[in-house]
């Protein structure tokens, strides 16, 4: 095999893998970021069904000191009756008496009801808190997976570009210009292996005279259509 297509085949296989691990370097702190998300919405989801409970709790109590208020007022209204010296005054006292009652069993209503919204948001509450310490457990785990996995990444990708600061030195000057032209403009490959008359990165027919050439001997050949560096599997 020619050795600046052997030379050249080892860039590319190190500008790939330096290619792919800064996209998971550029990629993983995203991912980071998104279960980070989903921890925060699952603490936010439970602060807000507490926040809801609270509330219940609250307009539970206040309903009841509304039951106390009516309470004390038929007290009242108790005493008031065997003081009433008119039919009049003893009927209106009745009235109001009956309209505290009647408000009483109607607060006594919506406390059950209060009380039942409770009941099943504890229940709720339970079943989310054991959700919360399992998902939070495992996605914390996960969290501390990616930042290892990012770690690695960013020391591997020094390595690598050391190694190819100083494998370039090896490639000759003209070759490593036309390498990283075509490079930069075919999508990060330089080099395509074929073994049929088809150049597997543009999927064109390679002129036959070209393709002769690649498969008889070791030059360096380009195909004529995306200017790729050509490798015949068979050399």
């Given amino acids: 095999m020619d050795s600046d297509i052997d030379t050249l ?6 500008d790939l893998e330096i290619d792919n691990l800064r996209k998971k370097i550029e990629t993983i702190p995203k991912e980071i970021n998104h279960l980070e998300k989903e921890k925060s919405d699952l603490i936010l989801k439970f602060d807000e069904l507490k926040n809801q409970l609270n509330h219940l709790e609250a307009s539970k109590r206040e309903k009841e000191l509304d039951i106390q208020t009516y309470e004390d007022k038929i007290l009242k209204i108790q005493s008031s009756l065997e003081r009433v010296k008119t039919n009049e005054e ?12 009647e ?3 109607e ?23 054991t959700r919360i310490e399992k998902e939070e457990n495992e996605i914390t785990k996960k969290i501390e997976e990616k930042k290892k996995e990012l ?10 570009l050391k190694e190819r600061e100083d494998f370039i030195t090896t490639v000759r000057p003209p070759i490593l210009s036309k390498y990283e ?11 395509v292996i074929v073994d049929t008359d088809t150049c597997t990165g543009c999927f ?17 050949l380009t195909c004529p259509h995306c200017g790729r560096f050509l490798l015949h599997k068979g050399n």
Wanted: charged content about 45%.
């Fill in 90 to 101: 003893y009927k209106a006292l009745l009235r109001e008496k009956a309209h505290a009652e």
């Fill in 151 to 160: 770690s690695e990444a960013e020391e591997r990708l020094k390595k690598l």
């Fill in 181 to 191: 032209m075509i490079r930069k403009k075919r999508n990060g490959k330089a080099v």
């Fill in 9 to 14: 085949l080892k860039l590319q296989e190190l």
């Fill in 107 to 129: 607060l006594e209503d919506e406390i059950l009801n209060i009380m039942e919204e409770i009941e099943k948001l504890k229940e709720d509450e339970i079943k989310l808190k």
């Fill in 204 to 220: 064109m027919i390679i002129p036959p005279k070209v393709y002769s050439d690649l498969v008889k001997s070791n030059k360096l």
């Fill in 103 to 105: 408000a009483i069993m």
